[in-house]
């Protein structure tokens, strides 16, 4: 099983400031990862696929980096509504059993 | 617009079953991998199954293979979930999501809760 780990597991932020979400895979998974924006009482939300492609809808000022084990998911200037848990999920082993990382919390400072 | 909508939800004992569905409209369903994937209260994100597109291929979690079945009917478009010997483990709200192949879950339903409780 690939583990996904996120860091930090809650970050406290202040609006319009600059935000940098990690998370690393236990064994290289290319550029196959996926990042989920989960606000409370509802479904998470696809933001970043193939590591840095945005998903339909989603602000510019989301963006995904990173390969191998390596991502980073910034968010350029936190908005209000960016207050959320943030999860990353690996998309490349065989069998197809996808895993998650833990969540980063992004809370108002 | 691409929607899934889950039901089924509900309170029951350990040991026993229940049948979750998943209506879905907006897009063509039948193009699609689909998957559940599960939140115990509180916690993270856990994939449990997908089912393919053209064959109905299914895969497991670990955690579940053996006692849950996913299937689907592209005749109504609506997916499910066959959940049986159920453990208080197994407590969680079940999504079902449109999946890109077997890879990233790109459109969710709001989910349905499953309690396992004697």
């Known amino acids: 099983e690939i583990v996904m780990t996120q860091s930090p597991a809650t970050l406290s932020v202040s609006p319009r400031e600059r935000v940098t979400l990690s998370c690393r895979a236990s064994q290289s998974i290319s550029n196959d990862l996926a990042w989920y924006q989960q606000k409370p009482g509802q479904a998470p939300r696809l933001l970043i696929y193939d590591a840095f492609a945005r998903a339909a809808g989603v602000p510019a000022r989301f963006s995904g980096s990173g390969s191998g084990t390596e991502f980073t998911l910034t968010i350029s200037s936190l908005q209000s509504e960016d207050f959320a848990i943030y999860y990353c999920?690996?998309?490349?082993?065989?069998?197809?059993?996808?895993?998650f990382g833990q969540g980063t919390k992004v809370e108002i400072k | 617009q691409v929607q899934v909508v889950e039901s089924g939800g509900g309170l029951v004992k350990p040991g026993g079953s229940l049948r979750l569905s998943c209506a879905a409209s907006g897009f063509t369903f039948s193009d699609y991998f689909m998957s559940w994937i599960r939140q115990a209260p509180g916690k993270g994100l856990e994939w449990v199954s997908h089912?393919?597109?053209?064959?109905?291929?299914?895969y497991y979690s670990d955690s579940v293979e053996g006692r849950f079945t996913i299937s689907r009917d592209n005749a109504k478009n609506t997916l499910y979930l066959q959940m049986n010997s159920l453990r208080a483990e197994d407590t969680a709200v079940y999504y079902c999501a449109r999946t890109i192949k077997t890879y990233y879950f790109d459109h969710w339903g709001q989910g349905a809760l499953v309690t396992v409780s004697s």
């Open positions: 999920q690996q998309y490349n082993n065989w069998p197809p059993r996808r895993t």
């Open positions: 089912i393919s597109s053209f064959d109905s291929t299914e």
